[in-house]
Structures are given as C-alpha cells and as structure tokens.
C-alpha cells in the first residue's frame, strides 16, 4: 500500500493529510488559535477532590480545570500490559487540595469538558515511548512476529543502564529497525526527562512543563517510518524545518521530504479541497448508488446504511448484502477522517442469511484494522445494530470547523468566522497566482469582516504584501457566516 502526507501551511493553520493509494484517510488540522493538547506536561495544583467520582480537578492554567481519575495517578506497564498500582478505595490517601503535581494530557478538552490528565508521563520519540514513572519493557501490539517482538525487548534490555529507572514502549515504527536506531532514542529520551524534571522542579503551578512537537514535525516522527513513500509540503521555511528534524531524528527520511512550487493550491491536488468539505455532509454517497447516513450527537455517534438507487442484479437479500459489504469499507475511511469517536451505532440494512451477517462485520472488522485509533466492536444487538467504540483524543472534524447553527437552533452546523476566513485566505491565493488584477475585494458577512479586520488582520496584512495587491473588505448583509465572494478588481 503506498503511502504519502500532504502537508498545507497557511498563515495561522496548518493542515495535514494523510494518503493511502490516492485516497484520503486522515486529516490534521492545527491552529495557531487552538493547538491541540495530547501529550502536553503542566506543573499543576489540586482544586478540587471528589471522592464520590475517585477524582480531583487540576489546574493546570486552562480555562477549565482539568480532570484526573484514581486509576491514571500511578500506574506501571510490566510486559504488555497497564495495571494501576494506585487500588485504593479513597483518592484522598493519594492527592489532597493544594497538592501540586507533574501532569500530561491524555484527552483534550471536548465541549464542556476539561483535558483528561494522567500522572504516568510518557515521552515519545522515533521508535520508542519512555514511561519515567514505568517499568519493564512493553513492544507493540501491531509488532505480531513473536521472534521481531523478542528480538526488540532484548536489544532495548541490553541498552539500558543497571542504575536507569523507568520503561519502555516500543512502537509498530520500530519494526526491523537496527539497535543502533534504538539506542539513539533511548540516549535522546533520557536528555529530554532530565531537563522536563528540571523544568518541574522551577515552574509555577498552572505552567506548561513539556509541548508536543507542532503538526508538521509530529506527523513526521509518527507517520514517516510507517512506510510513507512522499511527503509534500508548500512552505519553504516548514519544510527546512522538517528537513532539518528528519537529519536528526530520521535520517533515512529526508530524501523523501518535498517542497511543493506548484501554482494550484497543495489541498486541490487529489481533491483533497473537496474530500474535506464533503466529510463535513451528513449524507456519503456510495458507489453502488447506496449512501451512509451520520449523526454526531453528545452521546454517540449513529450511522444509517440505505439502499437508495441501488436495486441490484438478483434478488433483494443480495443487493442488501453488497450494500451493506460496501458501507462497511466506507464506514471504517469515514471514522478515520471524520475522527469520530466514543460509542458508535451502525445501523446495517436488514439481512435474513446468518453468514451475510458474519461477512459484513468480518469485512467491518478487516477495515478497521488500519485505523491507528483504539477500535472495539462490541455485539450485533438484537435489533440488528452494530455496536462498538472509537477511542476519543481529540475534537471530531466536524466540531473543530463547525459551530451549532443560530439560525436552526444547533440542529445543523455552518462553518466558524474563524474557518471562513482560513478558505478566504486559500482563495486569494489561488485568484492572485492565477488572474492578474489591481486590487481583490471581499464579500463576506458581518462576523468574518470583523475578525478579518482584528484577530486576522495580520494575516491579511501578509497575504497583501504576498500578493503585491491591496485587498478591500465589505460587508454583505444577506450573506450567511459561512458565505463569501472574493472579486477581482
């Protein structure tokens, strides 16, 4: 399977796309305004403990206090499995109000709910992940050649010093990779605890400790030694740093990191422009003439298969089986893309024949085995429903580009003023290096105008002086948030 990441920079957003034979899987957005924070280390304080939930509330300098449960405050990984070492039946035996402690985000923010927080600290790098406050060596579940799995635990056991404290995971990344690679890392991760438990020591309550790589450079160390064949990216000043991040920690990668000239935007090659937008829309066409059905709610996410056009070739059962063999594969692509997570409900057309139903959920299953997210098929219920759980670490696509709609009361969604403006940013790119003109004007609702003129307004200043043409603003009153015009002049 051939692999390849687009990488798109704009002027405060950077998006990343992930591509298996053409086709896109993944995609990564990072906003200046609102970087994810995964993996992140804080120097918290306890507000709050709650021993009726067994959890405290950290603040960790966020507008929402953060959330730690009993189980993730001390846990160790022996061999290939977490165990938590903190069995008590009181929390206030471990944490107490005032308590100041070294923390990292499991989970971001999600609506009204704070980060998930966890105290087991783990730090990745190429090949390995180092839990400090761990022990024993843990080697991927993806890795599943007994001889590569032991072959990996004993050259990292060699590598470690009598005195070290703290385990090791070894990532699907690792995979037939020389000691020499392995012993790098564990040389890097040990320079990185040292300074994060220095930087602990001096930092106040609520201050960050440790930030996770951006975008461009994290998809570079967990996507690169999976086998990806080419990543482009469109801006020189990115693309020396990754160049640079890729001679120190991947060396055999570099020459397969490209700079994209093209005059067409990156994201319009492959369709990828389209793919986006389309993966914001409720109905997903089939190509059998069926279509997939989504509905985001608070508490799950539920998918509807129907038959639509398609009215097969023998029978009925026949037709709802490859409707239903077809939905499948295109459910699995579509809660990757979308990053839908949490509990998940299919609904798969009825069928009478008990092997088209082992079919259907086996080909469910043999689809899901890409997603790098934590899948779980749960059951077939009695209704006919397929149940089962996406791990959830991060907004959903459609959450971070979309706010509930005003004009329907949240029952829909339009894009953000915030989203609007990164597209009227992509558009005078793509009229300025394609149309000659004096000067471009803007059409756009009250709301974009307005944080075009404040938040964004350096960023216009950028794409003016880029474009070497002045760009005008107007207010359009009949127009929607998510509706605009850029005009030549």
Partial sequence: MSSEIIVNVGPRETRAALLENGSLQEIHIERASRRGLVGNLYKGRVSRVLPGMQAAFIDIGLERTAFLHVDDIALVRPEDTIVSLSRVDDIRRLVSEGDEILVQVVKDPIGTKGARLTTLIALPSRYLVYLPRGEGIGVSARIDEETERQRLKLAVSSLLRTEETGGYIVRTAAQDVAVTGLEE?????????????????????????????????????????????????????????????????????????????????????????????????????????????????????????????????RNLEETIFRTNLEAAVAIARQ??????????????????????????????????????????????????????????????????????????????????????????????????????????????????????????????????????????????????????????V
């Fill in 185 to 313: 890392d564990i040389a890097y991760l040990d320079k990185l605890w040292h300074h994060v438990r220095d930087l602990a020591a001096s930092a106040q309550p609520g201050r960050i400790v440790h930030e996770d790589l951006p975008l461009a450079l994290r998809v570079l160390r967990d996507e690169l030694a999976r086998g990806v064949s080419r990543v482009l990216v469109d801006c020189p000043r990115e693309h020396a740093r990754m160049l640079a991040f890729a001679a120190a920690f991947l060396p055999e990668g570099s020459a397969r990191i490209e700079l994209y000239a093209g005059a067409r935007p990156i994201f319009d090659l492959n369709g990828l422009e389209d793919e986006v937008s389309r993966a914001l829309d409720r109905k997903v066409p089939l190509k059998s003439g069926g279509h997939l059905i989504f509905d985001q709610t608070e508490a799950m996410t539920t998918i509807d298969v129907n038959t639509g056009a398609y009215v097969g070739h």
């Fill in 335 to 488: 809660l990757r893309l979308r990053n839908l997570g949490g509990i998940i409900i299919i609904d798969f057309i009825d069928m009478l024949d008990e092997s088209h139903r082992r079919q259907v959920l086996a080909a469910l299953e043999r689809a899901l085995a890409a997603d790098r997210a934590q899948t779980r098929i749960v059951s077939l219920s009695p209704l006919g429903l397929v149940e089962m759980t996406r791990k959830r670490t991060r907004e959903s696509l459609e959450h971070l580009l979309c706010t509930p709609c005003p004009g329907c009361e949240g029952r829909g969604f339009v894009k953000t003023a915030e989203t609007v403006c990164h597209d009227i940013f992509r558009e005078i790119v793509r009229q300025s290096r394609q149309f000659a003109s004096r000067e471009l004007l803007i059409l756009a609702h009250q709301d974009v105008i307005d944080r075009l003129l404040a938040e964004e307004s350096s960023a216009l200043a950028e794409l003016e002086a880029e474009t070497a043409r002045p760009i005008r603003l107007q207010v359009e009153a009949l127009y929607g948030v998510d509706q605009y015009d850029v005009v030549l």
